[in-house]
């Protein structure tokens, strides 16, 4: 059974950093798409980045792109989200994300719909 496990979620100021991590668990492959996912209060959940877990290949939301940095540790399991600069408009709820390989011009995109295991999410509050 596949299970996702974030943490690393703080309250931080404006222009700060913090890394979250994602431990997987239960995968019977070693290649499929992972990713990260926020909901802010009264938003749509929205794709931030995503991972080929089989090559490395990433990919970053416009929004985030330059600031956040997606990264896997395969001996560890685990996913990172590496955050700085973070804004207020990062404020949300984060959630780590798995599902098959589906690729975008050679890369996983972060859409909901490919993606069919979810953890709990951990919750990220920037001050200005």
């Known amino acids: 059974q596949v299970q996702l496990v974030e943490s690393g979620g703080d309250s931080v100021q404006a222009g700060g950093s913090l890394t979250l991590s994602c431990a997987a668990s239960g995968f019977r492959s070693r290649s499929y798409c992972m990713g990260w996912f926020r909901q802010g209060p009264g938003k749509e959940r929205e794709g931030v980045a995503a991972i080929w877990t089989g090559n490395g290949l990433t990919y970053s939301a416009d929004s985030v792109k330059g600031r956040f940095t997606i990264s896997q540790d395969n001996a560890k399991n685990t996913l990172y989200l590496q955050m700085n600069s973070l804004k207020p408009e990062d404020t949300a709820m984060y959630y780590c994300?798995?599902?098959?390989?589906?690729?975008?011009?050679?890369?996983?995109?972060?859409?909901?719909?490919?993606?069919?295991?979810w953890g709990q999410g951990t919750q990220v509050t920037v001050s200005s």
């Open positions: 994300a798995a599902g098959p390989v589906v690729l975008y011009g050679g890369r996983c995109r972060p859409f909901r719909t490919n993606f069919d295991y």
